[in-house]
């Protein structure tokens, strides 16, 4: 069962909304382009595996939460998907990432990435991000009493086209999966675990707690790339081609480039919804005004 849905983050939605705001002269547009197109890949290769979980979503004892964010006294941690069934918890780091070759050292714990061309990437390795995940949730566990719970993890790499290598000796390679192979991974796992730790009601309170608990995380993406609200791209997006701003009159919105004319409400919504990302949940009449460029006419 589905407890908490996959959409996109609260991240991910706000460089949606940056993306055509953001002047591309500006020096560090080459660092939100990286990072907008990291975040899209990601979220492109979370979606990959729900195919392979449905499978353990058809059961009502198997609760599946997507992009769960959970607070520590010191600061906070992620999990791409976790699986909460009455006999153990499963949480699942997912990486989309391309290239000929994955090459993944258990003496460096780093991942070796090439490419096509030839260049290559290092990364940390993913297994020891989604071990220290772990941790961090069966010390959370523990403070809200629920220390007999076996948490198992799983690396899924969603990109089919790089091939996986392991170095000789590492010791987890079967925690390194292919989307393909999530299912069956997954039943795996069910069949090492014969004794029940959560009765109903315990698998019940968890649940909430796990909801209830969950901080989503608001990022300030202009402080992020040093950029001033007066820096960046205002007014109304035109919904077909994409120029910025439309003009208002006559009780419309009108677009000098490609001459639409619209007067539709979600068009508005969506822009504010933008604004809200990116500024301010509230916005003042003077705001809207200088945001949407909707200036008072002149006294005659």
């Not at 629920?146 to 000789?168: A, C, G, W």
């Not at 791209?233 to 035109?238: A, I, M, S, T």
Request: proline share 6%.
């Amino acid at each position: 069962m589905i407890r908490k849905p996959r959409k996109p983050s609260l991240e991910l939605l706000t460089l949606r909304a940056l993306a055509p705001r953001f002047p591309q002269q500006y020096p560090t547009y080459k660092y939100f382009e990286k990072d907008l197109g990291r975040a899209e890949s990601g979220y492109k290769g979370e979606q990959s595996i729900d195919y392979y979980l449905n499978v353990a979503a058809r059961s009502n004892h198997n609760l599946i939460y997507h992009h769960l964010r959970l607070l520590t006294p010191e600061s906070a941690f992620q999990i791409d998907t976790l699986t909460l069934t009455p006999k153990f918890i499963l949480i699942i780091e997912i990486k989309y990432l391309g290239g000929v070759m994955l090459e993944f050292n258990h003496e460096t714990n780093q991942l070796k990435q090439t490419f096509q061309d030839h260049s290559v990437e290092m990364h940390d390795c993913p297994l020891l991000q989604v071990k220290r995940q772990a941790n961090h949730l069966k010390d959370w566990l523990n403070k809200k009493g629920y220390d007999q719970i076996p948490v198992e993890h799983l690396v899924v790499m969603t990109h089919r086209s790089p091939e996986l290598k392991f170095s000789n000796g590492f010791p987890e390679c079967n925690r390194i999966i292919r989307s393909s192979f999530l299912d069956f991974s997954i039943s795996e796992i069910e069949r090492k675990y014969s004794h029940t730790v959560l009765k109903s009601h315990e698998l019940s309170n968890l649940d909430f707690t796990l909801l209830s608990s969950h901080k989503e995380k608001s990022p300030n993406v202009l402080q992020k790339y040093n950029l001033h609200l007066d820096q960046v791209k205002k007014g109304l997006l035109c919904p077909k081609c994409l120029t910025l701003p439309m003009l208002r009159e006559k009780k419309s919105w009108y677009c000098k480039r490609c001459s639409r004319r619209t007067n539709e409400r979600e068009e508005l919504l969506k822009a504010l919804q933008e604004f809200s990302l990116l500024v301010s949940p509230t916005i003042k009449n003077s705001e809207f005004r200088d945001f949407f460029g909707v200036y008072p006419m002149p006294d005659m």
